[in-house]
């Protein structure tokens, strides 16, 4: 069974600041990663995505993360905030065979001016 | 193509009502997936298509949700004899299959948001 962990509900960061969201997976094989953005009202729009090869990836609005497979995580970060970032991001799991994803619960991102 | 598009935005309904949702994902993909997501939840499987074939149906998805999609395009999600329990967020994605399978990650609609009185 695959299962994801995001262990921080709500974050808060100031703009400019550096930010880490942290995501543990469980997977039976290599998994299939992803990060997605969801802003009030909306729905979720992909991030990012690691499928094998170089395990730190880069996507889109500035953001990266990197699979560490000995630690079961795949963190995002990004180096410099904005308060347009603020919004819920969730970690996903996926089969290799594009068969169902599995979310996590969400962290909430709050962006202090 | 302008994304995928689901409709109503909005639903409210009385319980013990019949409703229903459409999905129109973005016309070159073969696969189809439906989500449920509740306040403070990450999105939860529901089901999901290849093409007009449905391939998985969650366990815990009771027998009154029944999903189609009859030509492979669009897709419908009906809910019979809705409950409280039913209100939420109904997402749908769409992805196309690479090589192997491979995807590359969902698109997602905006959503239809079910409140259950």
């Known amino acids: 069974a695959q299962s994801v962990t995001q262990p921080d509900i709500h974050i808060t960061v100031s703009e400019g600041a550096s930010l880490e969201l942290r995501c543990n997976y469980s997977?039976?094989?290599?998994?299939?990663l992803f990060w997605y953005v969801q802003s009030p009202g909306q729905g979720l729009q992909l991030l990012l995505k690691?499928?094998?090869?170089?395990?730190l990836v880069q996507g889109i609005k500035g953001f990266e993360a990197e699979f560490k497979r000995s630690q079961s995580s795949f963190n995002l970060r990004k180096p410099s905030v904005h308060w347009s970032d603020a919004a819920e991001y969730f970690c996903?799991?996926?089969?290799?065979?594009?068969?169902?994803?599995?979310f996590g619960d969400g962290t909430t991102l709050t962006v202090k001016p | 193509d302008t994304g995928v598009s689901q409709d109503p935005r909005h639903k409210i309904t009385k319980r013990g009502q019949n409703v229903t949702f459409r999905c129109d994902p973005i016309?070159?993909?073969?696969?189809l997936y439906w989500y449920r997501q509740t306040l403070g939840q990450g999105p939860e499987f529901l089901t999901y298509?290849?093409?007009?074939?449905?391939?998985?149906k969650s366990r815990l998805l009771s027998d009154r949700f029944s999903a189609e999609r009859p030509k492979g395009s669009f897709s419908t999600l009906e809910i019979q004899r809705t409950e409280q329990g039913d209100s939420a967020m109904y997402l749908c994605?769409?992805?196309?299959?690479?090589?192997?399978?491979?995807?590359?990650?969902?698109?997602f609609g905006s959503g239809t948001r079910l409140t259950v009185v």
């Open positions: 994605a769409s992805s196309s299959t690479g090589t192997g399978g491979r995807y590359y990650g969902y698109t």
């Open positions: 997977y039976g094989a290599t998994p299939y």
């Open positions: 690691y499928f094998s090869g170089d395990t």
């Open positions: 996903a799991v996926g089969a290799t065979n594009a068969g169902k994803s599995t």
């Open positions: 016309s070159e993909h073969n696969r």
């Open positions: 298509f290849q093409n007009e074939a449905q391939l998985e």
